[in-house]
Nanobody
Framework: VQLVESGGGMVQPGGSLRLSCTTSGLTFSNYDMAWVRQAPGKGPEWISGILTGGDFTYYAHSVRGRFTISRDNAENTLYLQMEHLQPEDTALYYC?????????????????????WGQGTQVTVST
């Protein structure tokens, strides 16, 4: 299983970025997926999840209304559209797969079941 994130970078406050996660070595459409971020000096934070069909999405309070998770099962790719970015969004952003034992269940504010992680893409929000 390989998860490869891209699209990170440096942006000014109020700006936007779109992260992508290309996947291989798995039947992408069979797995719920999630984005996790880790800010400097802090532990990893789950921020968004999406179920296999893309119809059900979940967000942490910190990003709800600003970030949008989506997926293209035909292209085996996961996305995170980020709007109105703030300095506190600065972090390494990881694409993760949720194991099949959790399939179809509601995402919670935890990292349970996230069995594969990409290497991460850095997002820096600064003037």
């Amino acid at each position: 299983v390989q998860l490869v994130e891209s699209g990170g970078g440096m942006v000014q406050p109020g700006g936007s970025l779109r992260l992508s996660c290309t996947t291989s070595g798995l039947t992408f459409s069979n797995y719920d997926m999630a984005w996790v971020r880790q800010a400097p000096g802090k532990g990893p934070e789950w921020i968004s999840g999406i179920l296999t069909g893309g119809d059900f999405t979940y967000y942490a309070h910190s990003v709800r209304g600003r970030f949008t998770i989506s997926r293209d099962n035909a292209e085996n790719t996961l996305y995170l559209q980020m709007e109105h970015l703030q300095p506190e969004d600065t972090a390494l952003y990881y694409c993760t797969r949720r194991g099949s034992s959790y399939s179809g269940t509601r995402f919670g504010l935890h990292l349970h079941g996230l069995d594969y992680w990409g290497q991460g893409t850095q997002v820096t929000v600064s003037t």
